[in-house]
């Protein structure tokens, strides 16, 4: 009887081992989809709750150190890379992962032996070759730059990235022949290579060859028209080359894409001047002030512009002020002087002459005023950005072109965000179920869409309960804030509390799970909604975006083996602040076989019961465009803006496709209504497509 007991016992204890190690490598799964999806507060509650089960194992601090990496938290990153390579110190890409905290900390020393010891484990990993040179490069080690460089194009010959850090690596020693064979050579292997062309301009404006520098950046502008940075550097070459007006268009186009650039504000300010646009270059003064309100150049140069104008009080205010600060620079009290007289304060004007006389008969202020007025040889005299003497008031912002920022990054292709690539001809993403709308960095709310289907749910939902969460559509985007996790968290706890199961419940549940990247859950819950009620239509809908979502995170990430590979960091992060993430439940063991349901086969039954749901026809025709079939796409785009003419995501997709067939007419037309319509990203496609 005891040997019977033991062994109900066992069976029962490797049941229970069993059940949680599912548990784990489901969540596991669950945050790597999150990440896939950017939703990196969601990704580390997962994360945590593997942890709090298993903290031997290394893959869970990995993730949440990429979690981290991605909101900005290299501190809260390195930390988690290296709690993972005590757990397991033959983990190449955590060593990577921990580099690339420290690169991103500035602490390039240590990110060279991170990026050394993962190459001792993994000699021929290409992202950790590439990380170590430009390590080494922002490190000033040259020739071990020059080497990690050469080590890459021995692994991969045909990166062109080795090639570019070797010519940055010769232009940083001053030795612009190497750089510019290198960059010939980069430039004859493809001639679209946009980081080429850059370093052509750098070189050419440091030898003063505006006219180079400038046929480069327009090559950089034809394909990549929304970086002001590009537009500001031009100017600048237009200037030395005497084309006012051509600089003052570029430095306006510069602050449509930024506008808060100083020194375009400053530079185009005083280009007004020089062509008599006196009160618009009071507007630019004016903008620069509020910025930088101790920007004494520019308040110099606005008194002397209210000066000219006749608005003395104004011009006399700000001459105080930078008086106050300069008080030895005799041209200011000579301005001074000149609007005292002319507002009738006979004594005031004459106590700043007689201190302009005795400024100008001290050997001191004469001294510096010969060293702060030589002239440039070329004519055109131009201050350095960090260079604030009031006496260069009348002088431009030197501005050069730079080459690419070395950022260190993975090589996984586990996503590949197109929008980080050279050609930004991205397409607009599905549109989806949230109870929340997006916020853009201004506090501006994001575009939802009105269905009327959607909007009777909403109204029999608010009838039941007038607390209910509101569902809208939206275009599928940012991640869930820490306050969204929580809400939806909590919302899912309460639907789980209820007793009677309902279609609408299901339906709601899986909502939650997807937006929680729950994704195989969110299928279950909205097939039991479909099973309870197979007229319910947003079901259909809702699941066929949680199919669609599955999909392409389980395609994007190769198959998991002992070492895990690590997903793509993105160049740029997110801009939001890492907080704690909410402590999400672990997932229920799910059945090891998943029934997989075709998001066509689902899109297909919204469309037979709902027709007139032009959001459907939307979402099917970028599953079209994805697996290449553009005529049944253009075909469904067309009739969504048949059932919604201000449908721009539809037009602006539409012209996509009709460019990538060739018919620049058809998708400028396109484009341009989408621009009508308020995606004015349409415009710069339009501008590249058509030059």
Not at 62 to 85: H, P, T
Not at 90 to 114: C, H, M, N, W
Not at 179 to 205: C, E, F, M, N, W
Request: no cysteine; aromatic share 8%; glycine share 4%.
């Amino acid at each position: 009887m005891k040997k019977y007991t033991l062994a109900a016992l066992a069976l029962l204890l490797s049941a229970s081992t069993l059940r949680a190690q599912i548990d784990v490598e489901q969540a596991l799964s669950i945050g790597r989809n999150a990440i896939y999806f950017n939703d990196y507060i969601v990704s580390m509650g997962y994360f945590n709750q593997i942890i709090g089960l298993r903290p031997w194992m290394a893959e869970p601090y990995f993730y949440r150190a990429v979690a981290k990496i991605n909101l900005d938290d290299y501190a809260g990153a390195e930390a988690d890379a290296s709690l993972a390579l005590e757990r397991n110190p033959i983990f190449p890409r955590a060593y990577l992962l921990r580099g690339i905290a420290r690169f991103s900390q500035k602490e390039y020393t240590p990110a060279v032996e991170d990026f050394r010891r993962g190459l001792e484990l993994s000699p021929r990993d290409v992202g950790l070759q590439y990380n170590l040179s430009i390590a080494l490069l922002q490190d000033k080690r040259y020739a071990a730059a020059d080497s990690a460089a050469q080590r890459l194009l021995e692994i991969d010959p045909k990166n062109k990235d080795a090639y570019r850090i070797l010519a940055q690596s010769a232009l940083e020693r001053k030795d612009t022949v190497s750089a510019t064979r290198q960059v010939d050579y980069l430039l004859a292997k493809d001639s679209t290579y946009l980081p080429a062309h850059l370093l052509r301009a750098q070189i050419a404006a440091e030898r003063k060859d505006y006219k180079t520098s400038i046929r480069a950046l327009d090559r950089v502008l034809a394909q990549d028209a929304g970086d002001a940075n590009l537009y500001v550097n031009r100017a600048i070459m237009r200037y030395h080359l005497n084309d006012l007006r051509g600089a003052m268009s570029d430095y306006s186009e510069g602050l449509r894409l930024e506008p808060n650039d100083r020194a375009a504000l400053n530079n185009r300010a005083l280009l007004r001047t020089q062509v008599g646009e006196y009160s618009l270059a009071i507007q630019d003064w004016d903008k620069l002030l509020q910025l930088e309100p101790d920007h004494y150049i520019a308040r110099y140069n606005r008194a002397l512009l209210h000066l000219r104008l006749g608005n003395l009080r104004s011009s006399l205010e700000d001459l105080n002020i930078v008086l106050k600060r300069y008080p030895i620079f005799a041209e200011g009290f000579m301005a001074r002087a000149e609007v005292r007289r002319k507002m009738g304060d006979v004594k005031g004007a004459t106590r700043d002459e007689l201190h302009l006389f005795d400024l100008q008969n001290s050997k001191s202020y004469r001294n510096r005023a010969a060293s702060a007025s030589r002239p440039a040889k070329d004519g055109k005299e131009t201050r350095s950005r960090e260079d604030k003497a009031i006496e260069k008031y009348n002088m431009l912002v030197e501005t050069a072109p730079e080459p690419v920022k070395d950022k260190p990054r993975y090589t996984s292709q586990i996503r590949g965000r197109i929008q980080d690539q050279e050609t930004q001809m991205t397409p607009r993403r599905d549109l989806t179920l949230s109870y929340f709308t997006e916020i853009d960095k201004d506090g501006n709310q994001g575009q939802v869409y009105f269905a009327p289907l959607l909007d009777r749910l909403n109204t029999q939902r608010l009838h039941q309960d007038k607390r209910a969460l509101r569902l809208v559509l939206r275009e599928q985007g940012s991640s869930l804030s820490m306050a969204e996790v929580d809400e939806v968290q909590k919302h899912l706890s309460q639907l789980n509390a209820q007793a009677e199961k309902t279609a609408q419940l299901s339906f709601l549940k899986g909502i939650d799970h997807l937006l929680l990247q729950d994704l195989g859950a969110a299928i279950s819950a909205l097939t039991e909604a479909i099973e309870s009620d197979p007229s319910f239509t947003l079901a259909y809908y809702a699941r066929s975006i949680a199919s669609l979502r599955r999909s392409e995170a389980e395609r994007g990430r190769p198959v998991e083996q002992s070492t895990p590979s690590a997903p793509q960091v993105r160049a740029a992060a997110t801009g939001a602040k890492a907080t704690a993430p909410a402590e999400l439940p672990l997932p229920a063991p799910t059945p090891t076989r998943v029934v997989e349901y075709s998001p066509l086969t689902d899109l297909n039954q919204v469309i037979t019961q709902a027709p007139t749901f032009a959001f459907a026809y939307y979402n099917r025709a970028n599953l079209y465009a994805k697996t290449g079939d553009v005529e049944r796409a253009k075909q469904d785009y067309t009739k969504a803006i048949e059932l919604n003419p201000l449908f721009a995501e539809s037009y602006f997709n539409r012209g996509l496709l009709y460019y990538s067939e060739g018919k620049v007419k058809e998708g400028t037309r396109d484009l341009s209504r989408a621009g009508e319509l308020g995606l004015y990203k349409a415009y710069s496609l339009i501008k590249r497509m058509n030059k």
